[in-house]
């Protein structure tokens, strides 16, 4: 079962703009991370945050995480054409040495040029 | 470093039939993760293994198997093939907790 939710599904913008997708989750979690996918390929880590984070920071990327409405944000501020893709959040509910991601749908993010 | 490696890229079997697709962890790592991702959906966990050993394993029938090897690379083995076993298939291998995807391999069923 899947334990993420992103939203939107799909998200179009212009070059320049910024770029907001959110993540919610179900159960108590160890951290969450964020993925990206170019056309059905493999998965490119983006960023990781531990339960105890609230925010942080990769370059372009904003993470946050509000662990109190189990939801998490990813921005991606001046966006480029480079960046469509698709994104997903990814929660590790079990920690220490037996891990396990449980994956949302994703959202799927055209930049357009 | 070469990363993750899986092969083969593509794959066409027939219902019934079974299949074995391969991973090579990353340098250093020695934990293999494999999911299932069908299309338009995210990856599903399949099993996980470390020492050789499956540690944990997802909501998938016992036609999924698989095994490491002590060089810690790993093989996905499906029996009796399915309609709807047709899906990328990840592997990711990992020390402590990011987690490192290869590019996948596409099985098509007919």
């Known amino acids: 079962s899947q334990q993420g939710e992103e939203d939107p599904q799909a998200l179009s913008i212009q070059e320049g703009e910024n770029a907001t997708m959110n993540c919610s989750y179900k159960?108590?979690?160890?951290?969450l991370q964020w993925y990206r996918q170019n056309s059905g390929r493999g998965l490119v880590h983006l960023i990781l945050?531990?339960?105890?984070?609230r925010e942080k920071h990769s370059g372009r990327l904003r993470v946050t995480l509000d662990t109190s409405k189990k939801s998490s944000s990813l921005l991606i501020t001046a966006s480029r054409a480079a960046d469509t893709a698709s994104y997903f959040c990814?929660?590790?509910?079990?920690?220490?040495?037996?891990?396990?991601?449980?994956f949302g749908k994703g959202t799927l993010l055209t930049v357009n040029p | 470093d070469a990363g993750v490696t899986q092969s083969p890229t593509h794959l066409i079997k027939t219902r019934g039939q079974q299949v074995t697709l391969r991973c090579s962890p990353k340098?250093?790592?020695?934990?293999v993760s494999w999911y299932q991702q069908a299309l338009g959906q995210g990856p599903q966990f399949i099993f996980q293994y470390y020492e050789e050993e499956e540690r944990q394993r997802g909501n998938f029938p016992d036609r999924f198997s698989g095994h490491q090897f002590p060089n810690y690379s790993s093989e996905l083995n499906v029996n009796a093939l399915l309609l709807g076993d047709s899906a990328l298939y990840l592997c990711?291998?990992?020390?402590?907790?990011?987690?490192?995807f290869g590019p996948g391999t596409r099985l098509t069923v007919l």
């Open positions: 159960t108590s979690i160890n951290n």
């Open positions: 990711a291998s990992s020390r402590v907790y990011e987690q490192f």
């Open positions: 945050i531990r339960s105890n984070e």
């Open positions: 340098s250093g790592h020695d934990t």
């Open positions: 990814a929660t590790d509910a079990s920690g220490g040495s037996n891990y396990k991601l449980t």
